[in-house]
C-alpha cells in the first residue's frame, strides 16, 4: 500500500479546457475522479473488483468545490488525497488539485458505500481496515 496522502500527477490537454486554453470546470471533478480511482488501485482494491467480490461501490454523495486559480492547456497539475473520516458506510475525503504547489481547486467530498442497486450498505472489513490505514498515514503526514 502506499504512502498517504496519494499525490495524482495529471497534464492538462485540449479536451480539459473550454477552448480558450483555460481548464473547463467539469474537468477538475474528472481529475480528482481519477485520482480516487488510484488511491483504491495503490490499496489494492481495483473499482471492477472490488464491485464484484465485495458488491460494493462507492457514490459520491457531497461533492464542495471550490475553484481558486485557473489551470491551462499543458500545466502539470498534481492531485492529493486525504481520507478525512471513516463511517459505516461512507468515507470522507479532501482533494486539493495544486500547479507547483499553489492550490487550485480544492475539494470536500463524502463517498457512499452501495450496493449494485444503489442501495447503502456498510464498508466491508477488509476495506475498513485499508481506508483506516490511509487516514492514519495521512495523520502521520500531517503532524
Given at each position: 500500500m502506499t504512502v498517504a496522502p496519494h499525490?495524482?500527477?495529471?497534464?492538462?490537454?485540449?479536451?480539459?479546457?473550454?477552448?480558450?486554453?483555460?481548464?473547463?470546470?467539469?474537468?477538475?471533478?474528472?481529475?480528482?475522479?481519477?485520482?480516487?480511482?488510484?488511491v483504491l488501485r495503490a490499496a489494492g482494491f481495483e473499482q471492477w473488483s472490488m464491485l464484484a467480490e465485495t458488491g460494493i461501490a462507492f457514490a459520491v454523495r457531497h461533492c464542495a468545490i471550490d475553484f481558486r486559480r485557473s489551470a491551462r492547456l499543458d500545466d502539470q497539475l498534481a492531485v492529493e488525497t486525504r481520507v478525512t473520516s471513516i463511517g459505516g458506510a461512507s468515507l470522507e475525503m479532501s482533494q486539493a488539485i495544486r500547479r507547483d504547489g499553489d492550490d487550485i481547486v480544492t475539494l470536500l467530498l463524502k463517498l457512499a458505500c452501495i450496493t449494485r442497486d444503489g442501495r447503502a450498505a456498510r464498508m466491508p472489513p477488509r476495506l475498513r481496515e485499508v481506508f483506516n490505514a490511509i487516514?492514519?498515514?495521512?495523520?502521520?503526514?500531517?503532524?
Open positions: 499525490i495524482f500527477p495529471v497534464r492538462v490537454y485540449w479536451e480539459d479546457t473550454d477552448g480558450s486554453g483555460i481548464v473547463y470546470h467539469a474537468s477538475y471533478l474528472r481529475f480528482a475522479e481519477r485520482a480516487r480511482t488510484e487516514k492514519g498515514q495521512t495523520a502521520s503526514h500531517a503532524a
